[in-house]
């Protein structure tokens, strides 16, 4: 068995368990009761270590948040569904399962625009603009291989999959992975901030293959049959 099925066999057997999405546990559906929950810790009080905190009854549309926690909780089950199936049957789809990385976000800034903003003079990366304190995810499956901060990039996680892509997280006003972490989709890693270079709380992300140079996330997303 290859060191990579043996990773798989090893998650299968812990279970991958429900997600909390800004404290809620999500069972793919989010109730009145629980919104008013969700509001309150997606705007990021001291306890999660949020930065410009926002009201998100003001600024972030209630149903908005419900379609993509939906989204998001779909598929976390279905990549729990795939790594319990791996124990029996290892395929590269499987180990390649991914799901969004946050609920009740806005896409800003997309790969390859052009800004005095960035060192590089272009975007490197998707922005999902959301409150100060949002609860961060893994995409898919992998290794911590580094989180702390990175100057520009702020309090920044690299998780690196089972294929060699590098998934970076930057930004974020909390990490809650040290590095040799294994992480399953759906895992919590972080929360959303304003560390770094920044105009307003976001979570930064970027692809990079083998770890190279970045690609479009969105074109990315899509390839592993992911709807942003």
Do not use: C
């Not at 929950?37 to 001291?46: A, C, E, K, R």
């Not at 976000?105 to 409150?131: C, I, N, V």
């Not at 060699?164 to 590095?179: D, K, L, M, N, P």
């Not at 690609?215 to 709807?227: E, I, L, Q, R």
């Amino acid at each position: 068995m290859t060191p990579a099925i043996v990773g798989l066999v090893a998650v299968a057997s812990a279970g991958v368990g429900t997600v909390a999405v800004g404290g809620v546990a999500d069972s793919g559906a989010l109730s009145s009761n629980s919104y008013q929950t969700l509001s309150q810790n997606y705007v990021g009080g001291m306890e999660l270590g949020g930065t410009n905190a926002v009201d998100i009854s003001r600024d972030f549309d209630r149903q908005l948040i419900q379609e993509q926690s939906d989204r998001q909780a779909e598929q976390i089950e279905l990549a729990r569904q795939q790594v319990e199936q791996a124990v029996e049957s290892y395929t590269e789809e499987v180990a390649n399962q991914w799901v969004v990385p946050v609920a009740g976000y806005r896409l800003t800034a997309r790969f390859g625009q052009s800004s005095g903003l960035w060192s590089s003079g272009r975007h490197t990366g998707l922005d999902f603009a959301g409150p100060s304190g949002s609860t961060i995810v893994s995409v898919a499956a992998g290794t911590v291989k580094s989180a702390g901060y990175e100057g520009a990039y702020g309090n920044k996680t690299v998780i690196v999959l089972e294929d060699g892509t590098e998934i970076w997280y930057a930004h974020q006003s909390r990490i809650s992975v040290s590095e040799g972490d294994m992480v399953r989709p759906g895992d919590v890693i972080g929360y959303t901030g304003s560390t770094g270079n920044v105009t307003g709380p976001h979570l930064h992300l970027e692809v990079r293959p083998g770890g190279g140079d970045p690609v479009d996330p969105v074109a990315a997303f899509s390839n592993h049959n992911v709807s942003l």
